[in-house]
Protein backbone atom coordinates (compact mmCIF):
# COMPACT_ATOMS: atom_id res chain seq x y z
CA UNK A 1 0.00 0.00 0.00
CA UNK A 2 2.79 2.57 0.98
CA UNK A 3 4.87 1.45 -2.05
CA UNK A 4 2.64 1.97 -4.66
CA UNK A 5 1.45 5.39 -2.61
CA UNK A 6 5.47 6.52 -2.72
CA UNK A 7 5.72 4.87 -6.48
CA UNK A 8 2.62 7.06 -7.81
CA UNK A 9 3.90 10.17 -6.22
CA UNK A 10 7.38 9.72 -7.41
CA UNK A 11 5.59 9.21 -10.77
CA UNK A 12 3.64 12.33 -10.58
CA UNK A 13 6.72 14.12 -8.95
CA UNK A 14 8.63 13.58 -12.11
CA UNK A 15 5.89 14.14 -14.77
CA UNK A 16 5.83 17.65 -13.04
CA UNK A 17 9.13 18.49 -12.87
CA UNK A 18 9.30 18.35 -17.02
CA UNK A 19 9.89 21.79 -19.03
CA UNK A 20 6.60 21.08 -20.64
CA UNK A 21 4.71 21.75 -17.68
CA UNK A 22 6.44 25.29 -16.64
CA UNK A 23 4.23 26.67 -19.01
CA UNK A 24 1.18 29.31 -18.51
CA UNK A 25 -1.06 25.76 -18.61
CA UNK A 26 0.66 24.44 -15.44
CA UNK A 27 -1.72 25.58 -13.13
CA UNK A 28 -4.74 24.47 -15.01
CA UNK A 29 -2.98 21.06 -15.06
CA UNK A 30 -1.56 21.09 -11.70
CA UNK A 31 -5.61 21.12 -10.88
CA UNK A 32 -6.46 18.33 -13.24
CA UNK A 33 -3.08 16.55 -11.37
CA UNK A 34 -4.96 17.04 -8.35
CA UNK A 35 -7.81 15.92 -8.68
CA UNK A 36 -6.38 12.45 -10.68
CA UNK A 37 -4.47 11.73 -7.90
CA UNK A 38 -7.89 12.07 -5.12
CA UNK A 39 -9.26 9.72 -7.15
CA UNK A 40 -6.17 7.36 -7.19
CA UNK A 41 -6.37 7.59 -3.54
CA UNK A 42 -9.83 6.62 -3.14
CA UNK A 43 -9.39 3.59 -5.52
CA UNK A 44 -6.72 2.92 -3.61
CA UNK A 45 -8.57 3.28 -0.06
CA UNK A 46 -11.18 1.36 -1.66
CA UNK A 47 -8.96 -1.70 -2.45
CA UNK A 48 -7.44 -2.09 0.58
CA UNK A 49 -10.95 -1.68 2.86
CA UNK A 50 -12.35 -4.28 0.10
CA UNK A 51 -9.38 -6.43 1.28
Request: proline share 2%; glycine share 0%; net charge positive.
Amino acid sequence: MNIENSRIQETFESILNTPKFMEKRYLNIFKYTRCFIMKIKMILLNKSNSN
